[in-house]
């Protein structure tokens, strides 16, 4: 009922300023703690959007984003002097789908009777900022059963105070889903993380019925993983064995399951501070002992662990645990230094 009565709101509120004769009609809900329009953030910064979507004459059927990162996602190694860099060899923009879904709108019920034939529709997006300098266009396109459609976009623009390092560096937090043995990765929450960008994608930017967005299965490295009760936390390598009964070859084809190396070190944070370059995070891959026997996962995580990976492309790096709250809400905030 409180969710119907924010639709018979947001209709009286939204209609006094859009247009009402369009097929479609799409907006962005406003206030200080949602993102409707062009803004600047902090690298890794969690915003939250909120569309509201309307079907005048036919019935919603889908809702698509599409994220355009300029200058693409790839942490960019700055040759020294800074002023030898051309603007030329930057990497160009990258674009992702990150959700595309047929919807249900609410329909005309007993207890409430929507003003529109095509029913109403809203969408709470919770999404992280890209972990390096650019910008990220969001374009979300609401279509109609009979083809219409109706696009809002913004941008979002990130600027890291030092993007010149020899190496990336980022915070990341993750928030996985207690799963019975019977749940499978479609049904976990935001948890696949790519580790040399430091995008975290959620579940339906991966997996969804029409495949239509599986190209994005190659961009992920991890995903967070916990048992049952919330007890435990791990990560594990799309290509880890632990994986293997819950990922069908038609869902996530083999060949977009990288096979990110996850194994165990001795150092401690203060260590893992001091691991600024390539040299060293190889040095540490290479003295570090396998998690588990195929050591494409970590097994339980604890506090302070630091990992050393290698990911399916080659890249080293280390991840610290910082805080790890395990239970029915659990939490991991990872910090993560990885080559360019």
């Not at 009286?12 to 009609?25: I, Y």
């Not at 809900?29 to 959007?49: E, H, K, M, Q, Y």
């Not at 910008?135 to 279509?143: C, G, S």
């Not at 009964?245 to 038609?250: E, M």
Request: with cysteine; glycine share 6%; charged share 15%.
């Amino acid at each position: 009922m409180r969710f119907r009565l924010l639709l018979v709101f947001l209709s009286v509120l939204l209609g006094a300023c859009s247009k009402t004769n369009a097929p479609v009609r799409l907006d962005f809900i406003g206030n200080t703690a949602l993102t409707s329009s062009n803004r600047s953030v902090g690298p890794n910064d969690t915003l939250t959007t909120r569309a509201y979507a309307v079907g005048n004459e036919s019935p919603l059927r889908r809702l698509r984003i599409e994220v355009t990162y300029a200058p693409g996602l790839s942490p960019i190694l700055y040759p020294l002097p800074l002023s030898n860099f051309n603007l030329d060899n930057a990497p160009g923009s990258q674009t992702i789908v990150y959700l595309d879904s047929l919807i249900t709108p609410i329909p005309n019920s007993p207890t409430y009777t929507s003003p529109y034939k095509g029913g109403e529709y809203i969408f709470n997006n919770r999404f992280s900022a890209r972990s390096t300098s650019g910008t990220e266009l969001w374009q979300y396109t609401a279509t109609d059963a009979a083809g219409e459609s109706a696009s809002r976009a913004y941008r979002i623009t990130v600027r890291k105070p030092d993007s010149a390092a020899v190496f990336h560096n980022y915070a990341v937090l993750m928030r996985p889903r207690p799963a019975t043995a019977s749940d499978t990765l479609r049904n976990r929450a935001r948890v696949f993380l790519n580790l040399r960008y430091g995008l975290l994608l959620p579940r339906y930017a991966v997996l969804n019925n029409e495949a239509t967005v599986q190209p994005n299965q190659k961009l992920i490295d991890l995903v967070c993983v916990t048992s049952s009760t919330g007890g435990t936390i791990r990560l594990d390598g799309m290509a880890a064995d632990s994986l293997a009964r819950q990922l069908s070859g038609a869902r996530w084809p083999r060949a977009n399951r990288n096979a990110t190396r996850l194994l165990r070190t001795t150092l401690s944070a203060a260590q893992f501070a001091d691991a600024r370059t390539t040299s060293s995070f190889a040095s540490a891959f290479a003295a570090a002992t396998p998690f588990t026997r195929d050591s494409l996962s970590t097994g339980v995580l604890a506090r302070g662990s630091v990992v050393a990976f290698r990911t399916g492309e080659g890249y080293y790096g280390l991840l610290l645990v910082g805080e790890l709250v395990p239970g029915t809400a659990p939490l991991i905030n990872c910090s993560i230094r990885v080559q360019k």
